[in-house]
């Protein structure tokens, strides 16, 4: 009985050391007969390895021999792709030496063989698709991309919000480095050989660099524009190129003169001789002192005024000895399209740049030249976007006393804003404005006339080049609401005075001034105290 009870207590003790000891047995066999990974192998040398030290050396050799052919692998791999990327970019460098104004003979030939069907018709279709040759109809006057004009040191930017300037440094470092190879490029052009048949045209720097303007649509790519100046008086030269989300290209290099081209400034007036006298100061030291080659024709409504109107004129004509003006007078209903309308076909003499002005603009003989370079007859239509004077009682209220007119003309977000929804002031040759079918009739009083020329330009195969200039002001004036107006009108009014009078800052401001004054009357409170 006790020797049962004795097996029945081992017997339990003896199956679990049975399962240990064939466990145990089957991790050696594991261990000694399975073919070892790569990891392991630097743990387990196999049996017929070396062992120690001299086993993980070996191991070690071969583990470093598959990094090095891995390593060379890669780079074989990256020279190839080095390789076609380098190819790729000698064919479009190609295309940029063999490029000419209308994409001509040069390349469609000794290039064909270099370059693939396919890129070259996808450059053209870029290039044409981004009115660098022709225009582009175009819906509305929403659907346009105005350009962003530059110099050296500032970009003249239309999208501001609150926190950017109109004129500003660019800050970003990529902006910077696009413009600045844009510049080198261009040079580049007009310093290479080819660019010009004399060949003892003088090097150009980055000095004789005069503005640009470019404009990126997302479709498309960035198109530049940059003038220099020429090699004489009135002479510049225009390199245009284009970046079609690759390496940039040079589409156009063109020698422009402009010593001939006349200006024809048309001003609709009423009454207003008091500003028409400050118009005509600015008129004689930049059209007629610094420019020179200048025409005005006013278009007078009306007979109250007018003879002091004629009077500032002809006494403009002989302290000046400038006969170059028209005056014409008419016994109605002020329409500013109707006197832009008559002074663009009363002109008799040969097709002329038109500038449609008003009276409180003040412009810049450089914008004259602007004026000139960005129109082209059959071709190419000026609406530059005017920087916009704010009130300024309010910006320089604080100042004791408001400074003279130029100096006041500083392009700054305190001082004024890019009037980017206004198409009044525009520059295009007459023969463009008689074929385009000229203003609305219809229309009376001031406004609507603008927009609906500017839609007939853009609805055209013209190009229609938008952007702002730093030569061209809108002076402030008083905005008056006037009572008869209907409630929606009036708010609209309002809402228009209120963007014209300030920044926003500068009417936040005036919101809180009695805030700002309570607590100035309380800091000098407590300053008495101590």
Request: aromatic share 10%; charged share 25%.
């Amino acid at each position: 009985m006790m020797v049962r009870r004795g097996l029945s207590a081992w017997l339990p003790r003896m199956v679990v050391l049975l399962v240990v000891l064939c466990s145990a047995v089957s991790v050696l066999y594991m261990l000694a007969c399975t073919p070892k990974g790569i990891d392991e192998q630097l743990a387990f040398p196999r049996a017929n390895s070396p062992t120690g030290k001299e086993g993980y050396q070996a191991i070690l050799q071969e583990r470093e021999e598959q990094h090095h052919n891995y390593i060379n692998s890669l780079k074989k791999q990256i020279a190839q792709l080095k390789d076609e990327l380098q190819e790729r970019s000698e064919q479009l460098k190609s295309l940029q030496d063999h490029y000419t104004d209308s994409l001509g003979p040069g390349l469609e030939h000794s290039n064909s063989e270099k370059t693939p069907a396919d890129l070259l018709e996808f450059l053209r279709s870029q290039i044409d698709r981004a009115e660098v040759h022709a225009g582009a109809k175009l819906p509305t006057e929403y659907a346009a991309v105005p350009f962003e004009s530059f110099t050296l040191q500032k970009v003249y930017q239309l999208e501001t919000g609150l926190t950017r300037h109109p004129e500003e440094k660019p800050v970003r470092k990529d902006k910077r480095d696009e413009l600045a190879e844009a510049i080198e490029l261009a040079l580049d052009t007009l310093n290479s050989p080819n660019s010009d048949s004399n060949t003892n045209h003088h090097m150009y720097a980055a000095s004789d660099f005069i503005e640009g303007m470019y404009r990126t649509e997302k479709d498309k790519g960035t198109l530049y524009e940059l003038t220099f100046k020429g090699d004489r008086s009135h002479e510049f030269r225009r390199i245009v190129l284009f970046r079609p989300f690759g390496p940039i290209m040079k589409v156009k290099n063109e020698n422009l003169n402009m010593a001939n081209t006349l200006i024809n400034i048309v001003v609709p007036l009423a009454k207003r001789a008091s500003k028409f006298r400050q118009f005509m100061q600015n008129f004689r030291e930049m059209g007629i002192e610094q420019d020179g080659r200048i025409h005005l024709t006013v278009v007078y409504f009306g007979k109250e005024q007018m003879n002091e109107v004629k009077a500032i004129l002809e006494n403009t004509s002989k302290s000046a000895n400038f006969k170059n003006f028209t005056f014409i007078q008419l016994n109605e209903e002020f329409s500013r399209g109707k006197g832009l309308d008559i002074g663009a076909r009363i002109w008799k003499g040969n097709n002329v740049v038109l500038f449609f002005c008003d009276v409180d603009i003040y412009f810049t003989a450089e914008f004259l030249n602007t004026c000139r370079l960005n129109t082209q007859p059959g071709k190419k239509v000026f609406y530059p976007v005017l920087f916009s004077q704010y009130n300024p009682g309010i910006i320089y209220g604080h100042h004791g006393s408001i400074p003279p007119l130029e100096q006041q003309l500083v392009i700054k977000k305190e001082t004024g804003f890019w009037r980017d929804f206004g198409f009044g002031m525009t520059c295009q040759y007459r023969s463009d404005f008689i074929n385009i079918g000229g203003f609305d009739l219809d229309i009376k009083g001031w406004g609507g006339e603008d927009v609906h020329l500017y839609r007939k330009y853009l609805h055209s195969n013209l190009i229609v080049v938008r952007t702002p200039v730093r030569g061209l002001f809108h002076l402030w004036h008083e905005k008056r609401c006037l009572d008869e107006l209907t409630p929606e009108q009036y708010k609209m009014c309002m809402q228009s005075k209120a963007m014209n009078e300030a920044s926003h800052g500068q009417l936040g401001m005036l919101v809180f001034r009695h805030e700002i004054e309570a607590h100035l009357r309380k800091q000098k409170t407590s300053s008495k105290k101590t």
